[in-house]
């Protein structure tokens, strides 16, 4: 067993443009092409091309697959409709956070869940088991697929002039069958950006020739290949959670502040039913502690791990920090004690490497585009 990592389809593609690779959950990929803030400015105000295809693809098909979902997962997956998408997560019997995932439905009885690639493997190995006793299948896809997305304010011109799917009538948290380029694709209105754009599932082998039809088709719309640096700071940005940070075992959707998941009104128990519910009660009475966005006053950036602290007492910790290229000050997103989560808080900063320095609480998410 050796722990080298797995190579995307586009890997050559990636190597050819001088990207900065990186391990990232076992995957090789690439961190940067050239500055990361002309990336990140890039899918704000014009597109970015990303490489995708380290997330983990299951299918879970047959005539109880809907009835897998909604016991294996928080969400009502039985309101999903045909061709659209669910935002939703998958929890522990405690009700602490496996992963975050989305659930798009493709058929009358098929379904594909698109887990974090940190977690595909426990996600697969938790709905194979939570789907025992159902008339359902669940299917390892996850070399299926080769996943591209393009994200940004021009993303529907340029993948508008590569198919004749109807893209106009096509909206947020949707998917349909279609080509672009002449390459059959799963076309989803979904992103992880802040931005408009779309996610295309492909198979493996038509990634590096849809990969160039894109490219080509962008040049005149400042399309420009995008790495996990600016993924990351684009989606901090848009408050958007990520595994590992905002989103633990550890911690329940109530806790994150994403409690809407859950969905205690569909029929039947569900995984983690119980503990949510008690999950929810504490959250609405007594939170412990809620997830807010920290503006700095100063140049220096939080990093994850960094303790939130206010008249010398220590009363957070930093879950997410980067430098913003859009406000053009470092943010972050941290968990805080609930006396000290309204926007406007003053005295509040962060402990960065002894020195407390000073922050702002605002209201998540920082950046928001324009409709």
Not at 90 to 116: F, H, K, P, S
Not at 154 to 176: C, E, F, M, R
Not at 279 to 303: D, F, H, S, Y
Not at 339 to 349: D, F, I, K, L, N
């Amino acid at each position: 067993m050796t722990n080298t990592p797995r190579l995307t389809a586009l890997d050559a593609v990636h190597r050819s443009l001088g990207a900065t690779m990186t391990d990232f959950a076992g995957w090789d990929m690439p961190l940067r092409y050239a500055s990361e803030r002309d990336e990140h400015n890039a899918v704000r105000t014009k597109a970015g091309l990303f490489d995708l295809s380290h997330m983990g693809e299951i299918t879970v098909l047959g005539p109880e697959a809907v009835k897998v979902l909604d016991y294996a997962l928080v969400g009502n997956i039985s309101t999903v409709g045909v061709g659209r998408a669910r935002y939703t997560m998958i929890c522990q019997e405690d009700g602490g956070i496996l992963d975050d995932l989305i659930v798009y439905r493709l058929g009358e009885t098929e379904y594909m869940v698109v887990a974090n690639a940190s977690n595909a493997q426990v996600v697969l190995d938790a709905l194979t088991e939570r789907a025992a006793g159902f008339d359902a299948e669940v299917r390892d896809d996850r070399d299926a697929y080769a996943l591209i997305a393009v994200q940004g304010p021009t993303s529907p011109g340029i993948v508008k002039s590569l198919t004749d799917a109807d893209l106009d009538n096509l909206k947020y948290y949707a998917g349909l069958p279609g080509t672009v380029a002449g390459v059959p694709a799963l076309i989803a209105r979904t992103g992880y950006t802040g931005e408009d754009g779309f996610e295309l599932f492909v198979k493996p082998e038509h990634a590096v020739e849809l990969w160039e039809a894109l490219t080509k088709a962008g040049e005149a719309a400042g399309l420009v290949p995008a790495g996990l640096s600016c993924r990351d700071t684009l989606r901090l940005e848009a408050g958007m959670p990520l595994y590992g940070h905002e989103l633990t075992t550890s911690l329940t959707p109530f806790d994150a502040g994403l409690g809407r998941v859950v969905k205690f009104e569909k029929e039947g128990d569900f995984v983690g039913r119980a503990a949510l519910e008690a999950a929810a009660e504490r959250a609405a009475t007594n939170p412990p502690r809620k997830l807010v966005g920290l503006i700095a006053e100063g140049r220096r950036v939080p990093r994850a791990g960094f303790p939130v602290v206010a008249a010398g007492e220590v009363i957070g910790e930093v879950t997410s920090g980067a430098p913003s290229p859009t406000l053009g000050k470092p943010i972050a997103m941290a968990y805080v004690d609930a006396a000290h989560a309204e926007p406007g808080t003053s005295g509040v900063g962060v402990d960065i490497r002894g020195t407390h320095e000073a922050y702002e609480v605002v209201a998540l998410p920082f950046y928001k585009r324009q409709k």
